[in-house]
């Protein structure tokens, strides 16, 4: 955790200190991105990605709770923040959409149960294309659904998921016949952790200039976002217990809940006209609160949720 932390320290202070650099970090975000979960799915045998499609009861739970349940609590929260519209659209737009990539890697890194969340991850995806409009519509009115594009989700699947998904895939059947495959395997799984490192300083140094431009205005939606994490890890570990799931899916089910989409909504957000202008950092702050979350979730949630030797896995 020491060495994700001083990740995040060195973006922020390469950002604040070289604020020229953050287009060049920003194109770079994806490319390292698809490379760490490229390393997260070659550790996730496939056939354990089939089987999970079985899991109902898991699925469920992970549908229900991210567009049943947090977006009541995105709706509330918004709610502080109702006087300004352009902090207000920033807070619906990445709340109410649930994270489709890192969050495996995180999921991965506390022991949850990563192959069943990247099965879910087509079903995450399809949901808050269809479901995000609707929600702005009730929440925001209707003036705001001109912003919304299916395009930046398709692009984020196919650059997040589907490439990184389709090499693994390949390298895992290579292995299976070659050492060329087996050496690969080996030298991501050893590259794990300094790709994540390379995922939170760019993400960081990228954002946190712009976003201290703004700090005034954006310091009140931190403690929004900080009760977002908390609440949605509680939320996520009671549903994963009420539904039965073992350990690994409860786990994967409270960072499904308190993970957002933010990477993949930044897009939408800069499509907003000039009046919303903030908008876009109210996304890139929830990012930043986000990724500090998660590297302490990743040592909390396997204590609050720890592994029981009697458990089943649940499917189906």
Known sequence: MLLYLAAILAGAVLGLSAPGTAPTLEHTINPVLALLLFATFLGVPLIEVGRAFGDVRFL?????????????????????????????????????????????????????????????????????????????WMFAGREVLDVVDVAPFIEAFVVLIVAPLSAAALVQALGRRHRFGEMVA???????????????????????????????????????????????????????????????????????????????????????????????????????????AMVVLVRFVPRLVPEDVDEPMTVG
Do not use: H, K, W
């Open 60 to 136: 469920g739970t992970v549908l229900v709770g991210n567009f049943v349940v947090v977006p009541l609590l995105a709706f509330g929260l918004s709610r502080f923040v109702a006087d300004d519209r352009g902090l207000m659209l920033g807070v619906l737009l990445v709340l109410l959409t649930p994270c489709i990539d890192y969050v495996i890697v995180f999921t991965g890194l506390a022991g949850g149960a990563r192959a069943r969340l990247l099965a879910a991850t087509p079903l995450l995806m399809l949901a808050q294309m269809l479901l995000l409009p609707l929600y702005l």
């Open 186 to 292: 080996a030298v991501m799984a050893a590259a794990m952790v300094p790709l994540m490192m390379a995922t939170l300083a760019v993400v960081i140094g990228s954002q946190v200039a712009a976003v201290g431009s703004r700090a005034f205005d954006l310091a009140r939606l931190v403690p929004l976002y900080v009760v977002f994490v908390v609440v949605t890890v509680a939320c996520g570990v009671f549903a994963g217990r009420a539904a039965r799931l073992d350990a690994p899916g409860t786990r994967a089910v409270a960072f499904s809940f308190a993970t957002r989409n933010s990477l993949v909504v930044l897009p939408l957000a800069l499509a907003l006209p000039a009046a919303f202008d903030i908008a876009p950092l109210a996304v890139v702050t929830q990012t930043m609160v986000e990724l500090v």
